[in-house]
């Protein structure tokens, strides 16, 4: 997964705005490579949202939420 990231991400950031521009039939006439950057983007926040879920479900603690709960967890410490 991390090898596909790094290929979208080398291949988005080599892009130029011309490129963005080149019309895609397969999404429509309208549609252009652009608009397959988007819906990929959302795609891919969609899937770390299941993820993020599936995780929590299954008792596992994301490490954002770790730091938080430190924080919160030090901040009510009684102080000595």
Avoid: C
Avoid at 41 to 58: C, F, K, P
């Amino acid at each position: 997964m991390n090898q596909s990231f790094d290929f979208l991400a080398d291949f988005v950031n080599k892009m130029t705005f011309a490129d963005v521009q080149v019309p895609v039939k397969e999404f429509g006439p309208q549609a252009n490579r652009g608009d397959v950057l988007w819906l990929t983007s959302t795609h891919a926040h969609e899937h770390l949202g299941q993820s993020i879920a599936y995780a929590r479900i299954n008792g596992v603690i994301p490490p954002w939420t770790a730091e938080e709960m430190k924080k919160a967890k030090e901040k009510n410490a009684p102080k000595n």
